[in-house]
């Protein structure tokens, strides 16, 4: 198994968000990325009464679809999407696990009527990121509001993160991925 993270559109995802994100992964965790073939969009995921995607079904789906040769793969998406306990999520990955998934839909300004801002949306694309990809090597959620491990249960929180893991997190970080690189060769 390679130490490289895929990232995967799932239905239209601009071309340079996704290298932006590859980017942001290789400077801030040093770690390769590959960018795959685009996913359709996720319709068997929509449920017609929230008129959102579950997060689960499409990490699911991800699952099943992952390379034997990544590290990790992040779904990217423009669809809003839910888990059954909350109202909404910027993004959900498996605790431990190989599969996350980030929608871009309510990290975009214009979701909140704000002007079209393409800085900020990458912003808060790169902290979202960050965040589930340490969800996926065991990491939990952090006290520190800076840190991209706090939990973001609005956009405020967002926006209000670095997009760096605090020392604790960053060693934490480095801890579980040197033990996952470890296991995987």
């Known amino acids: 198994m390679s130490s490289c993270v895929t990232i995967c559109p799932i ?3 601009d071309e340079g968000i996704l290298e932006h994100i590859a980017e942001c992964i290789s400077i801030r965790c040093g770690l390769n990325c590959r960018i795959s073939m685009r996913m359709e969009n996720p319709r068997y995921a929509y449920n017609d009464t929230r008129c959102q995607y579950n997060s689960r079904l499409i990490l699911k789906h991800l699952l099943q679809q992952c390379p034997f040769d990544t590290l990790r793969l992040i779904g990217i998406t423009p669809v809003d999407l839910y888990v059954p306990i909350l109202k909404f999520v910027f993004g959900l990955a498996q605790i431990e696990g190989k ?14 009527d704000q002007p079209s ?6 912003a808060r694309v790169e902290k979202t990121v ?3 990809l340490g969800h996926t090597f065991g ?24 997009p760096d893991f ?6 934490l970080f480095q801890w579980y991925l040197k033990k996952s690189l470890q296991q995987s060769s």
């Open 11 to 13: 239905g239209p995802v």
């Open 130 to 132: 960050l965040h589930e």
């Open 139 to 162: 990491m939990t959620h952090c006290r520190d509001r800076r840190c991209v491990m706090y939990s973001s249960v609005r956009i405020e929180d967002t926006d209000l993160k670095q």
């Open 117 to 122: 801002n393409p800085d900020l949306l990458l």
């Open 166 to 171: 605090c020392p604790t997190c960053f060693e």
């Open 99 to 112: 599969c996350s998934i980030i929608s871009l839909h309510r990290l975009c300004p214009r979701f909140y």
